[in-house]
């Protein structure tokens, strides 16, 4: 069945409804319906699962071969334990079998399709089809309100008619990516029957540099090479880049979620990220090891930085003279500051550019077994729209993957 039919008709009952078509309402669904529920998913997009077709760059990184709640941002950070281990990376790799889906790892553990993230949306098109799941699409919510019976809790008022259900998934995602269609829906649902909501914000996302630093460094945008970052308790190490607005690249993607969860109750409310910019060695031994060369300290560094970027930090700092020109103490502080670069950004380049969001529903309203509210019965919250918010890496498909299937099992 296309997910383009006709829709059923206005006035239909469902033992559930899924709000959102994505990865996590889709797995939800499938799994709904083949337990034998009868199951209606709901998006307002035309085209399915837009947000899995475009990432990785239309390969999917599906998931990442080293999934731990260490590799999760929440405001209550066990929360995401249970459903990782109930539905693992083994598991979708067992799905993906099923289908004959190839697929290749890469770099730090993440797993890519080998031809199409399409592979991934037919496969979840297919198990939805197994279970005999409904489609509205596209269909504009225009509301949603309480029922007054336990089997029709929820009346959704729809641009196809009225349905009721029993149990109501909202798989609605965050605000990441505007431009294929990102809204608060899930959060206003969650406001509206009283559930607490962690504010949202941009995360995975370039880091934008205030005019006086920016000044100095946007004449090397484009420039990338590799570094460790760290911020709060984030710690990686990956390309760092720089370009027209601040810096980006897969280390600062990482950090970024740090930076902006730096009012969560791990963080240690840095302002600041700090850039080691020797991250396979002793600095301080290596520049023992040049302190009597006549070479400027700038082309020295041009030997494990770009030369580019080794003048421009030299030169802001009035150290690009000669190596043997520096005194002990100073080749101290040289070290110091190449194994700290410490860098305030001052914001981000937004939702449109942000891989994912931070904050959403706060999951200390929901049980971490079934994803279902706990002062709202019937009522289920699954994938992004959560306060859950993975690395970058095929963690934030693991946790789509997994709170849905635990949403499914209950529903």
């Not at 599906?62 to 281990?85: D, E, H, K």
Request: glycine share 10%; charged share 20%; aromatic share 8%.
């Amino acid at each position: 069945m296309n997910p383009h039919t006709k829709p059923p008709a206005a006035g239909t009952h469902f033992d559930v409804i899924v709000i959102g078509a994505g990865a996590a309402g889709m797995m939800c669904a499938a799994q709904a319906g083949q337990r034998g529920r009868r199951v209606l998913i709901l998006d307002h997009a035309a085209k399915l699962a837009e947000k899995i077709r475009i990432s990785g760059g239309g390969r999917c990184n599906f998931t990442n071969l080293t999934v731990g709640i260490a590799n999760y941002l929440s405001r209550n950070p066990q929360f995401c334990r249970s459903a990782l281990a109930r539905f693992t990376p083994a598991d979708f790799l067992d799905l993906m079998a099923r289908y004959g889906i190839p697929w290749h790892e890469r770099e730090h553990g993440q797993l890519f399709c080998d031809d199409s993230a399409q592979d991934i949306i037919d496969m979840l098109r297919t198990e939805c089809e197994n279970g005999d799941v409904r489609w509205a699409m596209p269909c504009t919510l225009n509301g949603v309100t309480a029922g007054s019976t336990p089997e029709a809790r929820f009346l959704l008022d729809t641009s196809h008619g009225r349905f009721s259900c029993e149990s109501l998934v909202v798989a609605t995602g965050g605000l990441s990516i505007p431009k294929i269609g990102a809204s608060p829906l899930g959060y206003r649902i969650a406001e509206q029957f009283g559930l607490a909501i962690v504010p949202p914000k941009p995360a995975l996302v370039p880091l934008t540099l205030p005019p006086e630093e920016l000044a100095i460094y946007k004449e090397l945008a484009g420039m990338a090479f590799d570094a460790v970052a760290e911020c709060g308790t984030g710690h990686f190490r990956e390309n760092l880049l720089f370009t027209h607005r601040g810096l980006s690249g897969p280390v600062i993607l990482q950090v970024s979620s740090y930076w902006q969860a730096r009012d969560y109750g791990d963080s240690d409310g840095s302002r600041q990220v700090v850039v080691n910019l020797f991250p396979a060695e002793d600095v301080r031994a290596w520049l023992g090891e040049r302190a009597r060369s006549k070479t400027l300290l700038s082309n020295l560094l041009a030997d494990r930085l770009p030369k580019r970027f080794a003048h421009a930090w030299c030169e802001q700092r009035g150290w690009n003279r000669p190596a043997n020109q520096f005194n002990p103490k100073e080749l101290d502080a040289i070290a110091a500051a190449l194994a700290g670069w410490t860098i305030t950004p001052n914001g981000t380049l937004g939702y449109a550019k942000a891989e994912v969001t931070l904050g959403g529903v706060d999951t200390r309203e929901l049980s971490s077994k079934t994803m279902e509210a706990r002062k709202v019965p019937g009522l289920y919250f699954v994938g992004e729209v959560m306060d859950v918010t993975g690395h970058l890496g095929g963690y934030n498909f693991q946790w789509a993957w997994a709170s849905g299937y635990a949403a499914g099992q209950a529903v």
